[in-house]
């Protein structure tokens, strides 16, 4: 089994950003697909970003492409999400995920994702002011 913890967090300005970590402790990375998530107020969790057990594939939600960068070490155990530019519609308590096995989904084709991941991290709240 594995771990994770985010951390990175916080209030920013919109148009800033902030770079978010998961670190995973227990088993490796390695087989694991990871991905972030969010959930703000009042709504259901949305997938965000996912990146394959290799980091070759990776996959993001519409709203978040062309400014959110997934990446992920797997010798640190970790994974990482750039976001910039940020909006206030961005904000929310963002988690991160795993399971063992290949990322088998793109874009919207990842709604049901976070139903499919093994692994939960606590959260951590990213608030983006206007």
């Known amino acids: 089994q594995v771990q994770l913890v985010e951390s990175g967090g916080g209030l920013v300005p919109a148009g800033g950003s902030l770079r978010l970590s998961c670190a995973a402790s227990?088993?490796?990375?390695?087989?694991?697909?990871l991905g972030w998530f969010r959930q703000a107020p009042g709504k259901e969790r949305e997938f965000v970003s996912a990146?394959?057990?290799?980091?070759?594939?990776?996959t993001y939600e519409d709203s978040v492409k062309g400014r959110f960068i997934i990446s992920r070490d797997n010798a640190k155990r970790t994974v990482s999400l750039q976001m910039n530019s940020l909006q206030p519609e961005d904000t929310a308590v963002y988690y991160c995920?795993?399971?063992?096995?290949?990322?088998?989904?793109?874009?919207?084709?990842?709604?049901?994702?976070?139903?499919?991941?093994?692994?939960w991290g606590k959260g951590t709240l990213v608030t983006v002011s206007s």
């Open positions: 995920a795993g399971r063992r096995g290949p990322l088998d989904c793109s874009g919207s084709g990842c709604s049901d994702l976070a139903a499919r991941m093994g692994y």
């Open positions: 990146i394959s057990p290799g980091g070759g594939t990776i």
């Open positions: 227990g088993e490796s990375l390695w087989g694991y697909t």
